[in-house]
């Protein structure tokens, strides 16, 4: 090929660049040209996207060899018997960001030589969407193998006790009746308990757990929350109630609050022998609301802290006592929903405290 053969096709790029930066200036992705094994062309959006010039792209990313375009540009033959090609590929920008690329590649012909013409979108959104996801798919396939397993205790008791019921209730004497009566509405009470918390639960993992952030008056709040709990059918510890600053008036989701401080009260009760007092404190600041639920109760080993907030996991030291393990896990993920921090202290014997704290302005906050 001649010089002036040269020159006429280096003319014939350079008008066909003007019509490619004409018509992909603007364009929402990244596109090159590759020819005479070097990048010939980028767009503006590949700076854009990846951080690099055009200079830098060459020699300072693995883009290339992460299309497996390096070794092929060095084959003179590549661009013979290539027509397209498609891939997902992870980048290093030049910011130290991951980001996935969706990429196609085409065989041209770039001022009558051959080259490839690469266009590439940013699909990192889509891709750690697929991710969450797929994670929240695996973490439901784990949840419902779990409450599987946990519907068999109070469903068996439910049919114990009714097929016994059936055959010789006629027979016994009414305190034996009213014995299999209470284990009857003991696993009933069990297993509504068991799937409410697993919806909640559910619906805070998927973020479509309805979020209404209202003001709200924390001490009437709080006084009509303790006077439940005390009209329920069963014996309840004395709670020591401390409202601490001006609890008039915050901003939150009066739902939300009533299920955490409801689980975390009960809990207190569950776990303290009769006659052991339990501390229950509010304090308000300007910008925080805390939360400090106290008892005296068994304590939790320092081996279990760590996994307590995790669905059905029960202290070690409890397991003869009622319960599903799912409590806490709803409270932890509700406390994340408000934006909050949950912390607990225990020791074996003395006692296990709760601190919870609260934004006053509380917003929904996605995991």
């Known amino acids: 090929m001649t010089m002036l053969d040269d020159q006429i096709n280096q003319e014939k790029r350079e008008e066909q660049l003007i019509e490619f930066q004409f018509l992909l200036k603007n364009i929402n992705a990244m596109i090159l040209i ?47 018997y290539i027509d397209s090609q498609h891939q997902q590929v992870k980048l290093l920008t030049k910011n130290g960001k991951q980001c996935w690329l969706d990429c196609s590649i085409k065989k041209i012909q770039f001022a009558e030589k051959p080259a490839i013409f690469l266009t590439a979108v940013d699909v990192t959104k889509y891709k750690q969407a697929a991710n969450k996801s797929a994670q929240i798919l695996e973490q439901n396939k784990k949840l419902i193998s779990m409450v599987s397993h946990e519907l068999r205790t109070p469903l068996n008791i439910i049919s114990f006790s009714s097929r016994l019921l059936s ?17 009857l509405q003991r696993g009933i009470d069990t297993l509504n308990m068991l799937i409410d918390d697993w919806l909640i639960l559910g619906k805070a993992e998927s973020e479509n757990l309805k979020f209404d952030p209202q003001p709200l008056n924390l001490e009437r709040f709080c006084h009509n929350l303790l006077s439940d709990l005390e009209s329920g059918d069963r014996h309840i510890q004395q709670i020591n109630f401390v409202l601490q600053g001006d609890c008039s008036s915050i901003n ?32 308000c600041s300007f910008k925080h609301t805390t939360f400090s639920i106290k008892d005296q109760g068994y304590g939790i080993p320092q081996s279990d802290l760590d996994q307590l907030f995790e669905p059905f996991y029960r202290g070690k030291n409890v397991e003869q006592l009622p319960g599903n393990g799912l409590g ?5 993920k509700l406390v994340d929903v408000l934006g909050g921090q949950i912390a607990i202290e225990s020791e074996i014997g003395v006692g296990t405290e709760f601190v919870l704290s609260l934004p006053n302005e509380t917003k929904q906050v996605c995991n």
């Not at 055959?167 to 284990?183: G, I, T």
């Not at 739902?255 to 809990?267: F, Y």
């Open 34 to 80: 590759f020819q005479d094994n070097q990048i010939y062309y980028v767009n503006p959006m590949t700076k854009v996207l990846t951080g690099y010039s055009k200079e830098e792209l060459a020699v300072k990313t693995d883009l290339l060899r992460q299309l497996e375009l390096q070794q092929k540009l060095q084959n003179s033959e590549f661009v013979n």
């Open 167 to 183: 055959r010789y209730s006629d027979r016994w004497k009414p305190s034996k009746v009213k014995k299999y009566l209470d284990r």
């Open 328 to 332: 806490l896990a709803v409270v932890k």
């Open 252 to 283: 939150v989701d009066r739902r939300i609050l009533q299920l955490i401080l409801t689980n975390l009260l009960e809990n207190a009760i569950k776990y303290s022998p009769d006659g052991r007092e339990i501390y229950f404190v509010v304090s």
